[in-house]
């Protein structure tokens, strides 16, 4: 459950192996990065996603507002679906991502998740479509793990911690995405509440060097607030959220 406060609150190979030391003291592990291919094993994963900074439990919904450098706002509606999809043998979940200008769709996307036996968030694809006065501008950004040589990604892993980085996903000069956690202890204030012991992550892609995200992931709730940091001034923030 998704709970707000004003004080502290409460694929690859598949199994992650402890963290080592690199030369210049970043933490580090065998979670993908980058184009590395990886074996997924389909009996290490699983549908019942309960990583504690982003559980899917069937129904949840979240609503974001966006706003971008000019003002403009849009609302995005995350559900998570009771449909599932098989990827590479893994029966993934699909979590349905609505964009709206007012009461025109200017996005439409279905996001495959999936778990593996430590408690990492896989990322297993998507298939987008943007549109523009109510006709379908571009499908750009769709991508499959297995398929046309994409790779699956982590999104949040089990055991975070500052200074470790991982790819999100990878489909080459299509989606690049990769992260790196900056820290448990952020405080991020939205419309649906207060946070402190945050998830903070950096986003980012070589396929736009100069565009820099961060992202704030409450435990038991999932993303509440994605700000760009470099390259742009848009922001993302939790209006409310109805658990399923």
């Known amino acids: 459950m998704l709970t707000a406060a004003t004080a502290a609150c409460g ?25 590395e291919p990886f074996t ?3 009996a290490d994963f699983t549908t019942e996603i309960d990583n504690p900074y982003w559980p899917m439990g069937r ?10 450098a000019e003002g403009e706002i849009q609302r995005n509606d995350v559900i998570v679906t009771n449909r599932t999809k098989t990827i590479m043998g893994i029966d993934a ?23 593996d036996a ?3 968030l896989w990322y297993l694809g998507e298939d987008t479509k943007e549109y523009e006065n109510g006709k379908l501008k571009t499908t750009e950004g769709s991508w499959e793990a297995g398929v046309d040589g994409a790779l699956a990604g982590i999104v949040v892993p089990a055991h975070p911690r500052p200074g470790l980085t991982y790819r999100e996903e990878y489909y080459q000069g299509h989606a690049e995405d990769g992260a790196e956690d900056l820290g448990l202890t952020a405080h991020a204030e939205v419309p649906y509440g207060t946070f402190d012991q945050v998830l903070q992550t950096r986003n980012f892609s070589p396929l736009e060097p100069n565009l820099v995200e961060e992202k704030f992931y409450a435990r038991g709730g999932g993303v509440v607030l994605e700000i760009t940091v470099s390259g742009g ?3 993302a923030e939790l209006l409310s959220f109805e658990s399923g």
């Open 11 to 35: 694929g690859g190979e598949s199994r992650s192996s402890p963290a080592r030391r690199t030369p210049s003291g970043a933490a580090q592990s065998t979670l993908p990065r980058g184009g």
């Open 93 to 115: 979940v699909v979590v349905h991502d609505v964009v709206r200008k007012g009461e025109e769709v200017t996005e439409d996307t279905f996001d495959w998740y999936a778990q």
């Open 40 to 42: 997924l094993d389909p």
């Open 233 to 235: 001034s848009d922001r």
């Open 118 to 120: 430590d408690g990492n």
């Open 59 to 68: 129904g949840n919904h979240w609503v974001y507002r966006e706003t971008d």
